[in-house]
C-alpha cells in the first residue's frame, strides 16, 4: 500500500510544484531550474559513487563488514536516479540523501526495523590467517606416512607460452 501511495503522491507533488514555481519564476527559469539540479546532481553522485565504491573494496579487502558502504553506495545510487527525475520535490530528496548525515540517519531507522543475524565472509569471522579446509573427512587425502605418486614438470621463470597469445594480452 506504501508503495502504491508514493507512486501516486509524488507525481502529484511534482505537478503542484511545477505549477506553484513556474507561475512566480516562469517557464524558461524552472525549466532551467530543473536541467541545473539534474547536472549538478549527476557530477555530486559521480563522486560521491567513486569514493563509496571505494569504500566497499576497503571493506572487502581489510575482511571487514561491507554493510554500511554498501547501504551508503544504495542510498547514493537511489539519489541519483531521484536527481535524474525532472521535479523539485524528486530533487531535494535527491540532494537529501547524498548528505552523509542523512544517510547516517537513514540507516539507523532502517537498523531498527532490519535484523542481519549473520555475517561471515569466506569461511572467516575476524581478523588473522585464513582457516584451513579440514581435509580429516576428504577421501581423497593420502592417510599419514602413506605417498602419492605423481609427475611434474619444471617451468622455467622466464619461460613463454607455446602460442602466439589472443592479441589482448602481453607475452
Known sequence: MWLFLAF???PLIEIGLFIQVGGLIGLWPTLAIVVLTAMLGTALVRSQGIKALGDVQGSFSRLEDPTAPLAHGAMILLAGALLLTPGFFTDAMGFALLAP??????MRYASKRVTVSRF????????GPA????????P???APGEV???EFTEVPQGKKPNHPGSGWTKH
Not at 101 to 106: D, E, G, I, Q
Not at 131 to 138: A, E, K, S
Request: proline residues 10%; positive net charge.
Open 131 to 138: 582457516p584451513r579446509h579440514d581435509m580429516r573427512h576428504d
Open 148 to 150: 602419492i605418486e605423481g
Open 101 to 106: 548525515p542523512v544517510r547516517l540517519a537513514v
Open 140 to 142: 581423497r587425502r593420502a
Open 8 to 10: 501516486l503522491m509524488v
Open 120 to 127: 561471515e565472509m569466506g569461511g572467516r569471522t575476524g581478523p
